[in-house]
């Protein structure tokens, strides 16, 4: 017998696993109304051939940002085909093209001009995408809204270059999605004052805002009757501690399912969700903490090693025990500050500024954020 024949003929809890996907857009989205109108009473100047405000989006991981931009653009796309109006809106994942020139290539590609990802000079694939935007055959300019997801990568990447080039470029409007509302300090003031972005920041679900969407996306996924009642609430909780996240919501309750599935289970329990919260955390920290460069592992071993020794650790004192750990292949003293910010943006770690008292100024103290052993399994053994 075949073995996809063999494995699909096992009971199962799941109706179809992909509405616990994080990338699936369903037909309405819980809780986000407001922000799904905030970015429509922007882009609506589209449907009159003028070209929209560039718009930020910031929000904590798992607010909603991509699927209220995607629901968006999927709602604006109908109604301007309606209208017949030539509006296009094109998705970027900046974790995906993290350079100018990729990006631009990717957006001619996606509108249908052949641009090679590599071989041509910018400006050679800069002159291809405006070219783009020469009057059609109906003489309606195209008015084009460019989704950019997780900018702070490509910022950090390349600098930039390509928001001079989109800022510069008639009849396109931006639409930047960030984690970190300080993501504008890659953007020099010359680039900063052509956006003129509006501002929409996210705020995180709670608990109950995230039973809300469990419940919607169970009934797609999953059996009658199959979850236990202490489910869906567990999963809202423990998301509702982790920022507000919704897609670890989703990730608790599908990997739960998956472990009723292993267990041979006809319901998931409460002690799966647990479970299946020790699961995701270990894969999440071994999957960070493996692609740090090493420079940055020996900052984090460093303050392993102080966390244990259970000293205060200052940027001073953690200096100190990564050139030991380093065995002198070290960077700077500046150059650890960066690596601090980096560290506490994975949430990897913590820093608070505390006074030592009149004339002694004030001190950066670090801690770990994470479980040492989770931290320890990734680095030595992962």
């Keep these: 017998m075949n073995i996809f024949e063999e494995l699909g003929e096992k009971k199962s809890v799941f109706k179809c696993k992909k509405f616990l996907d994080h990338r699936f857009l369903p037909e309405k989205l819980p809780h986000r109304e407001e922000q799904i109108k905030s970015v429509a009473k922007y882009w609506i100047e589209a449907l009159n051939s003028v070209t929209p405000p560039d718009v930020t989006i910031y929000g904590k991981t798992g607010t909603g940002k991509t699927a209220v931009s995607k629901f968006a653009r999927k709602q604006l796309e109908q109604i301007a085909k309606e209208k017949k109006v030539n509006v296009r809106v094109e998705y970027i994942r900046c974790t995906d093209y993290t350079t100018e020139y990729q990006v631009i290539a990717r957006l001619c590609q996606q509108m249908g001009r052949d641009v090679p990802y590599r071989g041509w000079t910018k400006a050679e694939v800069v002159h ?66 052509s956006l003129r972005d509006r501002e929409i920041v996210f705020p995180p679900y ?15 996924s999953f059996k009658d009757g199959v979850l236990n009642n202490d489910v869906i609430p567990l999963c809202a909780a423990l998301a509702a501690k982790e920022e507000g996240d919704a897609r670890y919501a989703l990730d608790l309750l599908r990997t739960s399912g998956e472990l009723a599935d292993e267990k041979a289970s006809e319901t998931v329990f409460e002690n799966y969700v647990r479970e299946a919260k020790d699961y995701i955390e270990h894969n999440k920290v071994t999957d960070i903490v493996m692609t740090l460069p090493s420079q ?54 913590s820093t608070k500024t505390i006074s030592r008292g009149r004339g002694k100024g004030r001190t950066n103290i670090i801690d770990l954020q994470c479980e040492m052993g989770l931290l320890e399994d990734a680095i030595w053994n992962g």
């Design 206 to 220: 709670n608990a109950q805002q995230l039973v809300d969407i469990l419940k919607e996306r169970s009934e797609m």
């Design 128 to 193: 291809a995408f405006r070219d783009l935007f020469k009057k059609n055959v109906f003489g309606k300019d195209l008015i084009l809204i460019i989704i950019l997801d997780e900018i702070d990568i490509l910022l950090k990447n390349d600098g930039d270059g390509l928001l001079y080039t989109l800022t510069r470029t008639d009849n396109v409007s931006i639409a930047s999605i960030s984690n970190f509302v300080d993501f504008k300090q890659f953007i020099k003031p010359r680039v900063r004052s």
């Design 296 to 349: 940055q592992q020996k900052v984090l071993e460093s303050i392993i090693y102080l966390t244990k020794e259970k000293e205060e650790i200052t940027s001073g004192r953690l200096y100190e025990v990564y050139k030991q750990f380093s065995k002198g292949d070290s960077v700077s003293y500046r150059r650890i500050f960066d690596f601090i910010n980096e560290l506490e943006m994975l949430g990897l770690i």
